[in-house]
């Protein structure tokens, strides 16, 4: 079965630190991926998406992932943390049943 | 371009009642889907809408239902509520054959009392 695992519920970061949130896949064919943000009370804004090409992605807000295949990994990354990063962040995936499959998510706190 | 919007944003039902949620798509967008998102995980698909049919189906009983409209608007149905629907319940659009982009509303946040 396709799944989704984001390795951590929770993340603390100090302000100006890296951000690295983990996103493993399993599939034995490559899925489209995406993480998505949400802020409490809102809907999920997508950061950034692979579907094909490079498989470095750079995103909004700073964001970049790198797609690795012999990992079926899609790593989320930030270099410095701002306060404003504080939120839920959500990997998922995408087949060629059109459905997202999502992460559990994980919990990203910034400390001044 | 006023993107996907639901309503209402906050619905309170007592167990056994039905309700009906709306989503209205973004403009250019024909496919609509449905994930429910209960407190502290992720989404999860319950259903997809395209040319008025429902196109994909997720792990959701039969109470789950809903309705595309010639205007590509939806509605999602739960018929006898239970506690445990209580959740937020977000509405994706995008274009059907993409992968590449689904644009998400705020939410309804339903609580089944």
């Known amino acids: 079965a396709q799944s989704v695992t984001q390795l951590g519920s929770h993340v603390s970061v100090s302000e100006g630190a890296l951000v690295l949130l983990r996103c493993n896949y399993s599939?034995?064919?490559?899925?489209?991926l995406f993480w998505y943000v949400q802020y409490p009370n809102q809907g999920l804004q997508l950061l950034l998406k692979?579907?094909?090409?490079?498989?470095l992605v750079k995103g909004i807000n700073g964001f970049e992932a790198e797609f690795k295949k012999s990992e079926t990994s899609f790593h989320l990354t930030k270099p410095s943390a701002h306060m404003s990063d504080a939120a839920e962040y959500f990997c998922?995936?995408?087949?060629?049943?059109?459905?997202?499959?999502f992460g559990a998510g994980t919990t990203v706190t910034v400390r001044a | 371009d006023a993107g996907v919007t639901q309503s209402p944003t906050h619905l309170i039902k007592t167990r056994g009642q039905q309700v009906t949620l709306r989503c209205s798509p973004k403009?250019?967008?024909?496919?609509v889907s449905w994930y429910q998102q209960a407190l502290g995980q992720g989404p999860q698909f319950i259903f997809q809408?395209?040319?008025?049919?429902?196109?994909q189906r997720g792990n959701f009983p039969d109470r789950f239902s809903g309705h595309q409209f010639p205007n590509y608007s939806s509605e999602l149905n739960v018929n006898a509520l239970l506690l445990g629907d209580s959740a937020l319940y977000l509405c994706?659009?995008?274009?059907?054959?993409?992968?590449?982009?689904?644009?998400f509303g705020q939410g309804t946040r339903l609580t089944v009392v």
């Open positions: 994706a659009s995008s274009l059907w054959g993409l992968r590449t982009e689904a644009f």
């Open positions: 599939s034995s064919v490559p899925p489209y």
């Open positions: 692979y579907t094909t090409g490079a498989t």
């Open positions: 998922a995936v995408a087949f060629n049943d059109y459905k997202l499959s």
């Open positions: 403009s250019g967008h024909d496919t």
């Open positions: 809408y395209y040319e008025e049919e429902e196109r």
